[in-house]
């Protein structure tokens, strides 16, 4: 009997790192009320940490997702709004990344079947950066970028 | 406890359009006072959307979503008279739940 815990333990080493982040609830989708914050990943600076603390691997570029009515330069970086759709089959979620915030991570979101993977909101950019619309279709992720310029207190145009 | 949020809920097509307007300080816990001293972060962290009783939406959020956060997206399905759940917990262990019927 002990034999085989062992067994299982050293099996399920493996999975286990897996296991805990997609119960930390973003591979999940999240439980109304049992829904956690994923304190990992919103304190990653780049892409591939963003990525290991997610718990996936590179992601490939892809032209299906898209920005909708985000704009190329913003006026005021505590208010830029963006706008994400994905016609991947199967999005299962969609993450806004900035590049130069002091955390790259702004959003995730979950996106149950009969939701349309297309979502808008508003971030704050501390300044001109790339940001990347993360989109995890299938098991796969998948990515998009697109610079934004931020004119602080300019007057804009 | 925090103010109301605004939800609007609008059948477009085959599916429901809902928009949601969050009064939230979002504090991102890098900026400084007047004597220098850091703004402890103050943020939404989660938010989740319901429709009958199933989520239509399930979001976490970093504090580099803008202040009074804004937030639209569409699901299937939803008639007119339905009801559109909307609950956020921010960093503080605070919770809001609003509800908007659909139009």
Redesign the interface.
Known sequence: MNAKRREVLKQGGGVTLLTLLAAA??LA?????G????KD??ETHSLDETMKALGGGAPVPSKDIQFVSTPDIAENG????I?VTSTLPKTESIAIL?EK???M????????A???P????????GQSSNVYALVKADGKYYVASKEIKVTLGGCGG | MADPMKIRANVVGD?TEVKVLMNHE?E?G?RKDAQGKTIPAWFI??V?A?HNG??????????????N?????????GAKGDKVQI?WTDSKGDKRTDEATIA
């Not at chain 1, 829904?35 to 994923?38: E, F, V």
Request: hydrophobic share 45%; no cysteine; charged share 10%.
């Open positions: 609830g973003w989708p999240g439980a109304a009320s829904q956690t914050w994923n990943a919103f505590a208010v830029v709004p706008g900035v915030n002091p955390n991570l702004a959003a995730v979101f979950d996106i149950p009969g939701t349309d297309a979502l808008s909101t508003r971030i704050k950019m | 599916s979002m991102t890098q962290q989660t989740t319901t199933k989520t239509v939406l399930a979001a976490q959020w970093g504090p580099a979503v803008a202040k956060p804004f937030l639209a997206f569409k699901f299937k399905g609950t």
